[in-house]
């Protein structure tokens, strides 16, 4: 039996991912009708920290260089004269364990008896702690384990002369720990099974919707400089590993074959003609299909993503042309981690906050970031006339852009909906008057009261003319499933509520802009009475 992945979008968790079993048996279904492929899906930890187990005990205990009259092969003990037992404690740090060692001597001790208790690593002394009869001790050692360890902890008795410093005259035995680094296991997420097809014997498994649920997208801007966001595993891409078995006869033949773990990044191909993937063509470039050419104000974010395959280390040049047609240029480096989706926000203020001795204000008319051979051109707005609003969406590479909508917008209130009863306008008071108006005599009673209202809030965004690149490449904002819009710095969830759109060219319709609708995705409500 093997395991065969055939290449259907094979890197996009959005498109087909076909996983084939193939069993060179021939198995027929007609003769064989029990019979099946059994898929188990996991998502192996291969990013995760290892975990650790401890082993007490067994013929391993040791007590160096001393007599060793009581051995004691485990993790507690109880024996005459006293009792101890060695512990390991997780830590809040990752990877930090605190070793405990505790004590209890018994009052059948000779009081005054002189005691150490001795804590080893490797053979090395890592804690020793004196005590007397009776009073009893814990040793506590925080240690980052990278590696098969060894502890072993020891009681010794020493002379109960006048030098409690004396060298040991008795042994009271030893507890042994080892503890040993593990990878996490995997985290099985389903079990699928196929009946083999009669024609080739293959079993086929369709796992793309499957691998779309664990990749995550979480916008967020958790830097102020150029850098904003790196995302990893489980936010760009995710793992998933395949194991094959067979079923027949009722009985379950799990894990026969092992698969490689594969990775499936978050973005989706579209109608492929050919090739198998679309991100192979944006590995170490910027991961956005926007013009080389665009617009940006002094006041907004401005994000552009990259895909650092190979994890090399990015120099970004930064040239600012003034007013005057003279430049200023200035450099920035960075080292991403190989395979992670960057988001850059090469926006005025992030450059500015990044103190790298070129400031973009007023005086510049265009400024110009190179990484490689991708040259971007940003063109300085004047001060716009209306209210700006900036939208960042995901793309369909898996990265977020930035686009600003400066031209007139409009806001409206929808789905206005008003819940209310209706109520006796007159009201008797406590002299048995009868009124339909308030005590004043200036109000009238209510006959209908509303007693909740609830809307949603829509805008209607206008923005500048734009060239056909610009038109073709804000079809993926019109598509997108996650949109934010900034306001005040905060960046709020919206959604585009248009069901269709239609390209535009200069032949046909000479110069366009693009008008949307943004619907917030929150639900307002008025007071409740």
Known sequence: MEIRNVPVDRSSAHGDLIITAYDDKSINPVTYPNYKYILDLYRPAIDAPPHYQAT???TDSYVPSMDDEFPIPWDSYTGTGFSYTAELVTSAVSGNFTVQFKINPYETLMSGVTMLAVLFQNGEVIGVKKFFAGVGCTINRTIAITAADEFYAT??????GPDPDLPATDNLGSAYMKFDGMATPPELLLRLKSFPNP???CGLFNIGMIARNYVGNRFDKSANGIVAKQFGNNEFFCYLQAFMGEEYGDTEYLNLVEDQPRKYYNHYNGRLLSGYTILDGYADKFATNAPASRWVRLDSNLFVPYF??????????IT???LDSSTSTVTYGYTPTA?????FNLSPDAINFQALGLTINETVKKYTVTIGDQEIVFNL???PKYTPYTLHWLNKLGGYDSFDFVKKSVKTLTSIEKKSFTKLQYVMDASGFISNYSDSGKVLNEGVSVYNTQWKEKLKLNSDNISEAEYAWLAELVTSPQIFIEQEDVFVPVIITQSDYDFKNAVNDRVFNLTIDVE???TQNAQYR
């Open 56 to 58: 007490f005990g067994g």
């Open 155 to 160: 009681v010794i008795v020493l002379n109960a």
């Open 199 to 201: 024609d080739n014997s």
């Open 308 to 317: 650092a395959k190979s994890g090399i280390a990015i120099t970004l040049s």
């Open 320 to 322: 600012a042309t003034l």
């Open 339 to 343: 395979d992670n989706l960057v988001m």
């Open 381 to 383: 707005y004047c001060e």
């Open 520 to 522: 917030y995705g929150d």
